[in-house]
């Protein structure tokens, strides 16, 4: 893999041609402009705007149903659209043949040719669009060198693992010139090791060759560890698009808060306190100064508010030494080897808290805990959305 | 109930009590061997009286022992069958017949295949518009019987002038196999992911491309499947080879009828009973040697419909 020269600039430097990517194009941007998708008149998708930078590795992230796999084959192609335009690479490609979209796709259930080599199946495109046969060896055997798969080259997709499948159907992707690559839940047949593994992958053949990258998942770890920028979907809208790290720590609203993070972030509704400079948010039996918060809009005395922490910020006193925001009894306990979860009940709520591997909490057990202020997101509970 | 601890049944010294294979030999096992022996024998035993009629020399026939096995044999009946008995004044056997029936079911069996399969492609992965109210059309097809369009046909062929012709039968089976061969075909591509006819659209494939090069081959089982039900039905078809081949090309069973009709003198019982089982040859061979196939392509077009 390192032996790949990395070339995303725009222009291909002459020194480059002595290990030059597999693909000569340059990796394209995409623009899509007031997308509206309708399957059977429902409308799926509307109104949707969103541009993915040349070279960017953008992953679609929502629960099934979000919208996410349609926008995904609009963008190939493969869906008419109702509404709007999609632009690759600075052309206007929403009425195009998804073989002239300058796309390479790969699918949840690998879609390999089933009849033909793992050589015939990386080479069918190029094959119908009548590339000279010396170029199409070419580039066969640079993908299969960076897939690791030289081995398999004369294989039948039924005599190939689940990893090495998807390895082919990236390949039949790579051999062909396309300034896009888009991925549709690619690793979600895999069971979870392989899973990990073809994350590293995946993650270092975009750092080698630099391919703008639309991928597809319902996978919060796949996007938080491959995404530039992450797009949460639901409800055929994007909720919130962003670097991982942002995301995470600065969710736009409910929804995207609770989609991410495992466990899920703990909600607890209260009110604000404003008083000589300082802001408390308070319910029963819970009190976090949360002054240093950065509010959107200026918080007034009383306003009802959701407060949202992450169970790795609190911080639970098994042995109770220290004076907590409030106090939770221990109802489970899931140890995970590095990490142990605890689930506690505040007050008839539950809880979660994310400690070291090395506590050993019992179920039963009265506990004070603490939670990070710097750490939490408030919410405005009408509408949902980061205060 | 066993445990895998060893030591628990020997501490406690009780005896090992084992659940007794059921018998093997029960009144319901009787009862369906019984069953299937009578039916076995029900369908088995006008073959055996055909092939012993078959090897008797007509002298023996006359005694009317129709179940004995015959005391002198002989080869005599199947030859005069296949090259010397008459039809009509044409006295060259069921042989004619049998390379007549040859040449209408080759080329029908490809054609009606290569379509069905057309069809079903197109059907299942291009989602035309109206292709379900066409397939409806095409089913309603399926359950028209002949005799209610065999006259407007024959007109119609004889207008375009492809009646009592090779092309005419050929056309004939071929739109005749046409429902069928396309609802196998369709639900066999309706069981293939949608997946891979869009990878095969994103590298470029066309129409014909995609059809030729990834869909045809993928469905060599289901194709297996369509030669064996388009041989065997268009080898076993009386009434359309009748009307439709004339005189020149009619099929084998036609011949067969015509043969045992002819008389002259003396039935010939045993050359009558070999030019039946020759006639039977193909789809009997069909059967036995691709059983298998069979059932399996009767499950494909009966899932998913």
Known sequence: ?387 | MSTPSPALPAAAGLPRVRSKRPPRVTPARIGVYAFLLTGAAFFLLPLYVMLVTSVKPMAEIRLGNLFALPNAWTVEPWIAAWSQACTGLDCSGIQVGFWNSVKIVLPSTVISIFFGALNGYALSFWRARGANLLFGVLMIGAFVPYQVVMFPLVRAFAAAGIFSSLPGIVLIHTIFGMPVMTLLFRNYYASVPGELFKAARIDGGGFFRIFFQLMLPMATPIIIVAVIMQVTAIWNDFILGLVFAGRDNLPMTVQLNNVINTTTGERLYNVNMAATVLTSLVPLAIYLISGRWFVRGIAAGAVKG
Not at chain 1, 206 to 222: F, L, P, R, W
Not at chain 1, 310 to 325: F, M, Q, S, T, V
Request: aromatic letters at 4%; glycine letters at 10%.
């Open chain 1, 1 to 387: 893999m390192s032996a790949i020269a990395v070339n995303s600039s725009v222009e291909p430097s002459p020194a480059s041609s002595a290990a030059s990517p597999v693909s000569h194009v340059a990796s394209a941007n995409v623009d899509i402009r007031q997308l509206e998708i309708r399957l059977g008149g429902v409308p799926i998708i509307a109104a949707m705007d969103l541009h993915v930078q040349a070279g960017e590795f953008l992953v679609l992230l929502g629960p099934s149903g979000c919208g996410k796999s349609t926008l995904l084959h609009s963008i190939a192609g493969l869906l008419d659209v109702h509404e709007g335009s999609i632009e690759i690479g600075g052309r206007d490609v929403t009425w195009a043949d998804p073989k002239d979209r300058s796309i390479g796709m790969v699918f949840q259930s690998y879609a390999l040719y089933p009849t033909m080599s793992v050589e015939r199946n990386m080479s069918f495109g190029l094959r119908v669009n009548g590339t000279p046969r010396a170029e199409i060896e070419k580039r066969v055997a640079r993908a299969a060198e960076i897939l690791h798969l030289q081995e398999l080259l004369k294989r039948k997709p039924s005599q190939l693992s689940g990893g090495q499948r998807q390895r082919v159907a990236i390949g039949r992707a790579l051999v062909r010139d396309v300034g896009v690559f888009l991925f549709d839940e690619p690793l979600s047949n895999l069971d979870a090791k392989l899973r990990a593994e073809l994350r590293r992958e995946l993650k270092q053949l975009h750092k080698n060759i630099g391919t703008t990258m639309v991928y597809v998942t319902h996978d919060q770890v796949e996007a938080m560890t491959l995404a530039t920028r992450i797009a949460v979907m639901n409800k055929g809208r994007i909720q919130q698009i962003g670097a991982p790290g942002e995301i995470y720590n600065r969710p736009a609203n409910v929804f995207v808060a609770g989609f991410l993070g495992s466990p899920s972030m703990n909600f607890a509704e209260g009110t604000l306190q404003v008083a000589d400079g300082a802001v408390t948010f308070r319910r029963a039996g819970l009190s976090v100064d949360v002054t240093r918060y950065a509010f959107a809009q200026a918080p007034r005395d009383g306003q009802p508010v959701l407060l949202g922490i992450r169970p790795e910020d609190i911080a639970l006193h098994l042995d109770g030494a220290a004076a907590g925001d409030g106090t939770g009894t221990v109802a489970l306990v899931e140890p995970m080897g590095a990490q142990t979860i605890v689930w506690m009940d505040v007050q008839g709520q539950q809880v979660s808290a994310m400690l070291s591997g090395h506590a050993e909490p019992v179920v039963g057990q009265q506990a004070p805990f603490r939670i990070a202020a710097e750490k939490v997101s408030l919410f405005e509970p009408g509408t949902q959305e980061r205060l």
